[in-house]
Every structure is written in C-alpha cells, then in structure tokens.
T-cell receptor
Framework: DVKVTQSSRYLVKRTGEKVFLECVQD?????MFWYRQDPGLGLRLIYF???????EKGDIPEGYSVSREKKERFSLILESASTNQTSMYLC?????????????FGPGTRLTVL | AQSVTQLDSHVSVSEGTPVLLRCNYS??????LFWYVQHPNKGLQLLLK??????LVKGINGFEAEFKKSETSFHLTKPSAHMSDAAEYFC???????????FGTGTRLKVLA
C-alpha cells in the first residue's frame, strides 16, 4: 500500500519558534509538494520539489522554506512561526512526466501557533 | 490561465438520494481533471480522474464524473448517497506542461439520515 507519512498529526508551537514539518513517501516519486489548507480557501501551494535538492516557490512561500536532501523526504520549515501560520499542512507526492499523474497525500499536520 | 470553480460550498442530501457536486474549469489546453475526497482530519484521497480517454469516468465508492468540453464542466455524481459520503470534495485541474495542480475551494457534502 503506497504511503505518504507526515511526522506529526497535531503540533502546538509558540510565536517565533522554528518549526520543522517532515514528510516521507515510499513510492519513489520525483515530485513532492507542501500545501496549506484553510477553510474556504482550498489548498494553496507553498513549495514544490521535482528532484533532490531542487525546489520551486509556490503561490504562498513567504515565511517558509523547504529542504529535500533525499528523494523520499521533503521538509517544510517555518523560520519564525507566527499566528497567521496556524493552519492544516498537507504534503503530497506524484510521479513525474504526465499531467494526469495524480497526487498522493499524507494525513496532514494541524499546526497551532500561540 | 487554468482555473477551477466549485459552484457550491455546501450541499445537503438525504441518505439514498442522488448526489451532484458541480465543478467548472477553465483551461487553454486539453485538461487533466481530478476529484478528491477528504474525510474529517484526514488527507485527500483520489476519487477519479479524467485523462481524455473517456468522457464518463467511474471512480471509487460508486462516484462518477462526466467531462463536458462544451460546458467546461466536470460534475461529480453518485446515484444514492450513503452516510459515509459525508466529507469535503475537491475538484482539481492540472496545468499542462507544468507540475502545478489548481484546487477548487471545496464542497462540503452533508448526508441527512
């Protein structure tokens, strides 16, 4: 059974803390994505990676960075957490090459910044 | 530019009655379209996808969707709703030649007993 796992389901952090969200996929997918999900806004792309050490900014990259040192692992970093980063964070992966390749999603991390 | 619009933010149906969740898209190219479902506090799961092979696409759990180019629509249907169908549903279009997927804002389906 293919899987995308995220390191935490729930996380509570304080304003100004550095936060790491980890995502691991076991499908040997080239592409990995980080989204945030907020009510009424759907999913918004934060960052995307199409290969090890390669990354591209999505629609809302401000306040975030990413790291992809290994093909199976994609980390999202909040350099200095703020209350407006309280959200659900979803990781996804997909195969490269075809626009009809679907994404596979992790269960999500619900982050609360106090 | 590609975009996707889910016409209803909330839909309520009675158990055993048909489900219709509406999605319109805008695309300069022949699009790939997807429907995902998200149960509470879970990640998204693929229901079905359109890849130009057939305009009527069958998915999991009895759902299907029809691609209508003339209407730029990709509505999701199910003949008979079940309580377990209560969830949020997302219509997604992939941007040809890129990695990007564009998500609709979601439709929350409520199933009444």
């Amino acid at each position: 059974d293919v899987k995308v796992t995220q390191s935490s389901r729930y996380l509570v952090k304080r304003t100004g803390e550095k936060v790491f969200l980890e995502c691991v996929q076991d499908m040997d997918h080239e592409n990995m994505f980080w989204y945030r999900q907020d009510p009424g806004l759907g999913l918004r792309l934060i960052y995307f990676s199409y290969d090890v050490k390669m990354k591209e900014k999505g629609d809302i990259p401000e306040g975030y960075s990413v790291s992809r040192e290994k093909k199976e692992r994609f980390s999202l970093i909040l350099e200095s957490a703020s209350t407006n980063q309280t959200s659900m964070y979803l990781c996804a992966s997909s195969r490269n090459g075809r626009s009809y390749n679907e994404q596979f999603f992790g269960p999500g991390t619900r982050l609360t910044v106090l | 530019a590609q975009s996707v619009t889910q016409l209803d933010s909330h839909v309520s149906v009675s158990e055993g009655t048909p489900v219709l969740l509406r999605c319109n898209y805008s695309s300069s190219y022949s699009p790939s379209l997807f429907w995902y479902v998200q149960h509470p506090n879970k990640g998204l799961q693929l229901l079905l996808k359109y890849t130009s092979a057939a305009t009527l696409v069958k998915g999991i759990n009895g759902f299907e969707a029809e691609f209508k180019k003339s209407e730029t629509s990709f509505h999701l249907t199910k003949p008979s709703a079940h309580m377990s169908d209560a969830a949020e549903y997302f219509c997604v279009v992939s941007v040809s030649g890129t990695y990007k997927y564009i998500f609709g804002t979601g439709t929350r389906l409520k199933v009444l007993a």
